[in-house]
């Protein structure tokens, strides 16, 4: 009668919410008798370990951090005023250096090898220094103790620093001025692109400007800074060569202009051919014809602006021109 009260080792505790080969295939028994009789079956294919370790288990690698990184850490507390003290708390917002490259680790092993990679690089960088400090003290010649082996293996120049000023012959020699170079202006957002010097490496357009990019439509096949330096670069070529006498926008106007591409390229309304149907512009006149397709209506468009030039206000139906 105890027998049947008792469940029989093993099994697994109702309310593990873990996996289980095959339990939900077998119905009729309660869950701790299910899975004595599952994990105990020789036709059921087991996992080669356990999924809870027993007590006398040896602690993973990856699970507590190494001797040799606690170490580093005391060593590393006894130097500087540490912020990353041993153990560093699962729940820590702030940033850990070499956290990210520590996978399948516990959060206390993880930042605790990322801080003693750190600081073991660190450590490196500072003996470096250490060490160009060394040689520069020692050809400077003001250590006056005797150099040791290591001492003199060290690379060294043939001139002590630091290099005292010579004169002679070259006394007599002018010394050549340069002409004053002129400080860029900063880069701010009320600088406009548009007319910066062409040799400029700010006169492009960045990504995801919306409003009309002058002079691009012809162009294609190259990334989007290059394709808008250019742009604008012949935009401010073709404004000088059209406009040099009506319109100064502050640059030499001397230089030679470039040969632009032509006006053609840049029509709207064409007297031969129409507007394409996904054109959401304005058409002149448009709003008032009916009876044919957008590309027949929009031919010479702006014929329509000629003949209603007089007009002050909205024309006469009876007025409009039908032929047109």
């Known amino acids: 009668m105890m027998n049947d009260t008792i469940t029989p080792e093993p099994h697994l505790v109702p309310g593990y919410t873990g996996h289980c080969t095959e339990n939900r295939d077998r119905v009729g028994k ?18 080669p370990e356990l999924i809870v370790l027993p007590i006398h288990a040896k602690q993973g690698l990856k699970d507590y951090p190494t001797e040799h990184e606690l170490k580093v850490l ?9 912020v990353y003290r041993h153990p560093i708390l699962p729940g820590y917002a ?20 990322g801080v003693a990679q750190h600081e073991t690089l660190m450590e490196l960088y500072r003996c470096e220094n250490r060490t160009l400090r060394h040689r520069d003290l020692l050809e400077s010649g003001k250590g006056l103790f005797e150099r040791k082996l290591n001492e003199r293996l060290l690379p060294q120049a043939r001139y002590r620093s630091p290099l005292i000023p010579v004169t002679g012959r070259s006394k007599g ?10 400080d860029k202006l900063r880069y701010s957002k009320f600088t406009s692109p548009h007319f910066l010097e062409d040799d400029d490496d700010d006169k492009f357009i960045i990504n995801g400007y919306a409003a009309h990019i002058p002079m691009a439509v012809t162009r294609f096949g190259e990334s ?40 053609g390229h840049f029509v709207i309304y064409h007297d031969d051919i129409g507007m394409v149907p996904s054109y959401a512009g304005h058409v002149p006149g448009e ?26 206000g909205l024309p006469e139906v009876s007025n409009l021109d039908y032929t047109y």
């Open 30 to 47: 309660t869950y701790g008798k299910q899975t004595h009789k599952l994990l105990i079956d020789p036709c059921i294919y087991h996992a």
């Open 74 to 82: 005391r060593r590393r507390e006894d130097l500087v005023d540490a």
């Open 94 to 113: 702030g940033f850990v250096p070499n956290m990210a490259s520590q996978t399948g680790k516990r959060y206390v092993a993880a930042a605790s090898a």
């Open 173 to 182: 020699v002018k010394d050549e001025e340069c002409p004053p170079r002129v």
């Open 224 to 263: 989007n800074q290059v394709l808008t330096h250019r742009a604008l670069c012949s935009f401010s070529d073709y404004m000088y060569k059209r406009k040099r006498d009506a319109w100064c926008c502050g640059q030499d106007l001397t230089r030679p202009a470039v040969t632009c591409p032509p006006v």
């Open 287 to 312: 709003l008032y014809k009916f009876g044919r397709t957008y590309g027949k209506t929009t031919i010479n468009a702006k014929r329509w602006l000629d003949i209603h030039r007089g007009l002050t």
